[in-house]
């Protein structure tokens, strides 16, 4: 998440920064010193705007699983909201370390300006927001079925794992059988490193998975 060095100024009861010299003499009886500080804070125009994105697309299906960002976001702005003009103005950040942020405001810029989905209107192009994941999951799914493929829903039996107080579910994408037993897959719309082949967290969760369901199935491919 995106941050930066904002200036406060505090009452505090050690030095920190910049002490206001009139003031120390004025209150110095309180043991106490009225201080201008720089500080690192979450709470700036990018991580608002992208804030103010979420709490526009409350309840849309598209972020039903970005709970915990929605959240992270939201807390960040410590409740302070801009009106759209500012929200509008937010710039690009400069850091290099954030830049993959500017593609994100430039887009939430588009979803408050109701830019995005222009279908019936006097347009060129006309566009709708879609997981490209869940599209493509549901593609391969379907080409199995149009084989013949015995699918399995993912949402039936689901099983479990306790992680401390949570029990995370496990959802394969993909579970279907056949007469020489039980099969496994999760499908993954990224690229594909040619050098060191599938990411580290995915074939971690993917031996979850095997792990799990092979207790109570004969597992005969997965990938």
Do not use: W
């Amino acid at each position: 998440m995106p941050k930066q060095y904002i200036s406060k100024t505090r009452t505090l009861n050690k030095v920190k920064g910049t002490v206001h010299a009139l003031d120390y003499f004025i209150s110095k009886e309180q043991a106490k010193y009225k201080c201008t500080y720089r500080e690192h804070s979450y709470n700036n125009p990018t991580v608002r705007l992208i804030a103010s994105v979420f709490e526009l697309l409350k309840g849309n299906i598209l972020i039903s699983d970005m709970h915990q960002i929605r959240s992270s976001f939201l807390i960040a702005t410590e409740g302070i909201k801009k009106n759209r003009t500012e929200l509008l103005a937010t710039k690009n950040e400069a850091n290099p370390f954030y830049q993959e942020y500017n593609e994100v405001i430039t887009l939430s810029k588009r979803i408050l300006k109701n830019d995005v989905a222009t279908f019936g209107e006097l347009s060129d192009t006309s566009a709708f927001l879609f997981d490209v994941s869940m599209l493509f999951e549901y593609f391969i799914k379907k080409l199995l079925v149009r084989n013949e493929f015995k699918m399995l829903s993912k949402f039936n039996g689901t099983l479990t794992i306790e992680t401390g107080t949570y029990q995370r579910k496990l959802r394969p994408d993909l579970l279907f059988e056949d007469d020489n037993g039980f099969y496994v897959f999760d499908v993954k719309y990224k690229s594909f490193d040619k050098r060191y082949g599938v990411k580290r967290e995915d074939l971690f969760q993917l031996h979850t998975y095997i792990g799990q369901y092979g207790n109570s199935h004969s597992i005969k491919g997965c990938g």
